[in-house]
C-alpha cells in the first residue's frame, strides 16, 4: 500500500518557478489527483518535480528540480512542491543506481569527466534520459557494489568511486535518535514507511503540522515520542510500526542545557534530586517496573541520566515527570521544581511603577530590543509621542505612559510580541504600598453567569 | 479536585498537548482568550502548535462525538509581569459561548475578596480517590486573609497572593488541576479571584491553599487582549 508520493520529497506552501523566459510543454498545469500526479511524474524520465496546486488540484510536471540552474523556490500558499528523492538525497540506497545526485567529485577529490565524452577516458555508456548520466556527475550504471563511480579527468586514473555514503550512515543519530533528520525510508525489516502526512494505511496522531519542531518529513523514520529508536508507520497494514536502522554517532551531543537546582525550557536537561512529584508523591524508580510498567528503561535511554527515582523528561513532556508509587496513579509532573531564570540581567531601576523613568534602558526582560515609539513598525503603537506628548517617549527606550502597574515596558521588534515589560527592576528600598484594601464599587456585565441548574444535574 | 463533586464549571478549560491528553487547567476570561500558569509551559514563546484547549463538556475524556465540546488550538503563550506567574493563550478562533461555555468576569483593579467569601476550584485533575476522576469535579472553598494566612503559614504571604481556608476534610486542588479558575461569587456574578498554582499542598487537612491574585494583573491581561 506504497503511496506513489513515497517517491518525492515534499515542501508544502511552495512553488519551482523557472527563471528562464521560455518553459517547455510539460509545463502547463493540469487538472489530477495529487496521487496521480506523482505516478504519472514517476513514469516519466523527463519528469523531476511537480508543482500541485492545492486549490485547482491541478499538476505541473517539471523537468527540474530546486538544484537546476535558473530555477527559484518561491512562497506560495496554493502550491505544495514534490521533487523526486532520486535527485535531492545526498546518500544513497542500496547500490546507488537510482542516486541522481550532484556529487561530481570522486573519493580522492578527483574531479569527474563528463559522460558524454569520451576523453580522457574512452568508455561505452552513452547519456540517456533512463540513466541519468548527466553532466559529470557520479552514478552507478553498471551496479557497482561500491556505489556511484565516474571517470575522472586525470588521464592516469580511469574511474573511482564517489564514496557517497549509503542513507543509514550518512547520518548518524545521538542519544535515542528525537534528533535524526537524515533521509532513512525504510524500516530495519525492509517495509516502507508509510508518509507522516498521510493516514492510510495507518492512522495516526503524529500530523507533521501538529508537531512542527520534529520534522515529521515525508516518510522518512523520527522519532517524535521518544522511543527507543527513530521509527515510522509501515506501509504494510499488517504491521502498525516498526524501528528503523540508523547508525549511532561515536560523540555524544550535548546541546541541551544541564541544569540541577532549576529546569528550563521543558526540564528535558534536568538533572537533579527531587524525587517526589509537586504534592509530595514519592517516585517510582526507573528502573522497577513496580507498582507502575513502563518502556523507559535506563540502559535504554542512557542519556537521559534515568537515575534513582529522581524527576526527568525523557520524552519531551511539559516538564520534568516520574512514574509515582501510588498504584491508582501512573504519572505525575514534579512542577515544584522552580524554573531558571529565563529574563535578562538587569542593569537598572525604576521608582513607583516608573512613570517618571527616563533611562536608556531599550530592551524588554526577554532581551528583545524595543520599537521606536515613533515607529509604525513592526506594531502600529496606541500610544505615541503624538498621543502622549509628556510622556518623554523618546527613541525606543522604556518608558510608562500610561501607569501600568508593573513597570515601564516597550512596543517590541519582535512582530509576535506586541509589547513586553522592560529589563529594569523596582529600586531596592522602594516601598510599595500595600493593595489590601477594598476597591469601590464592583460592575460586571455578561460574563461569570451559569446555569445553576446544570450543577444540579451535572451527572 | 481532591474533597469535590462533579459539577458545572462553564469557564474551566482543560489545556491539552499535542497527543491529546489534559496536563492543566485554564479559564475562558473571553472567546479567545485563556488565563493558565506559566509553570504549565515551557517557555514564554514556546511553539504550541498542536496544543488545545477543550471546553463545554463534564467528561475528561468526552466521546469525539459529544454535541457539547469545543476543541480550539491555540495560537499563542504571553507571560505576564514576571512575578505573577499568569499566562493568557490566544485560541485560534473564539469560543461559542452556550449553557455550556461561559466567560468568567474579571475583578476589578486590584479589587480584594473580602475573607469567609464562598469560592469554588475546577478542574479534571486528581482526586486521590475521593471522586470520579473520568469528570470534572468542583470544590466549595473559603477565602482566608492574608494576614490570617501568613500566621498559619509562619511566613509573609505575598499581595499577590490569595489564600483559602483549610477544612476540616481535605478539600483543594491537585495533580492537573493546576493554571485553573479559583471563581467567588460576587455581586451574583462568579469572578476569576485566583488562578491555582502549583504547590505542595494537596488538600492538606490543616494547610490553607494560595492562589494567584488575579486583581492585581488585570490591567496587564486587559492591556493584552487590548494590544
Redesign the interface.
Known sequence: QCSPLNNFQSRKATELISLSLQGPALMSEEPMEVDECAKRCTARPDCRAFNYNQKSHGCQMLPWTQHSAHTQLQRNVYYDLYQKKDYMRDCIVGEGTSYRGMRSVTEKGKTCQQWRLTFPHDHRFSPSLQNGLEVNYCRNPDRDKRGPWCYTTDPDVRYQSCNIKKCEDAVCMSCNGEDYRGFVDHTESGRECQRWDQQHPHKH?Y?P?????KDLDDNYCRNPDSSERPWCYTTDPARKREFCHIRKCKKRSRLMDITTNCFK??GEGYRGKVNV????IPCQRWDTQMPHQHHFVPEKYECKDLQENYCRNPDG???PWCFTTLP??RV??C??IR?CM??VEVEDCYHGNGELYRGHTSKT??GVTCQKWSEQSP?VP?ISPTTHPAAHLEENHCRNP?N????PWCYTMDP????D?CAIKPCAGDKIP??????????????????ER??LR?? | IVGGRPGNSPWTVSIRNREGVHFCGGSLVKEQWVISTRQCFSSCDADLSGYEVQLGTLFKDPKPSDPDKQAIPILKIICGPSESQLVMLKLVRPATLNKRVALICLPPERYIVPENTECEIAGWGETRGTGDETVLNVARLPVMSNKKCSMVHRGKVKDSELCTAPLKAGVGACEGDYGGPLACLTHDCWVLEGVTTPSRVCARKDQPATFVRVSLYVDWINKVMKM
Open positions: 496522531p500530523e503540522n501538529k508537531y512542527p519542531d525550557q521543558k512529584t509537586t504534592t509530595g513532556s511539559e516538564a491508582s496513579m505525575a509532573f512542577f515544584q524554573r529565563d529574563e526582560r526577554k506594531h496606541q500610561d501600568d502597574s508593573h513597570g509576535r510580541t506586541p509589547f515589560y500595600s493593595v489590601l484594601e477594598n476597591a469601590g464599587n464592583v460592575v460586571f456585565d455578561e460574563c461569570g453567569k451559569r446555569d446544570l450543577q451535572g451527572r
